[in-house]
């Protein structure tokens, strides 16, 4: 029998330098994208009192936002998880990476709370995108 040699130092037992050096980039660009849906998602509920102020509004239309951005991710958890399966879990994180930025940048220059809500209508399709049910195990 052939003896098994040592990994050297740009391979191991599990591959190249770079395939290893390319999954810590994928573990960062998914790290990033979690936390940034976690943090999305709670921020929101800090700044509810700013919001109102900012657009002299009441309390009940404020909420909506809140309202609107829980409902939405409910209901497309479970859908973006079969969408992964069948087109790619790469493409559809990657998407939804693009949704979240152009969402934030709409919820960020909003000028009215109707358009506000709006955008905070169009913004959680992201957060199943990269949400942790959703991930490849």
Not at 86 to 110: D, E, H, M, Q, W
């Amino acid at each position: 029998m052939a003896e098994e040699q040592a990994p050297t130092l740009t391979q191991s037992k599990h591959g190249t330098k770079a395939s290893i050096e390319a999954k810590w980039l994928v573990l960062t660009a998914i790290g990033i994208g979690t936390f940034m849906s976690a943090l999305d998602g709670s921020v929101v509920n800090t700044i509810l009192p700013v919001i109102k102020a900012a657009f002299k509004s009441d309390v009940a239309t404020v909420e909506w936002v809140v309202t609107t951005y829980l409902l939405v991710v409910s209901a497309l958890l479970l859908s973006f998880g079969r969408l992964g399966d069948l087109r790619g879990n790469k493409t559809v994180y990657i998407i939804g990476f693009l949704i979240f930025v152009v969402g934030s940048a709409a919820c960020g220059l909003s000028p009215t709370p109707a358009f506000l809500v709006a955008c905070a209508h169009f913004k959680p399709w992201a957060r199943p995108c990269s949400s942790p049910t959703r991930l490849p195990s």
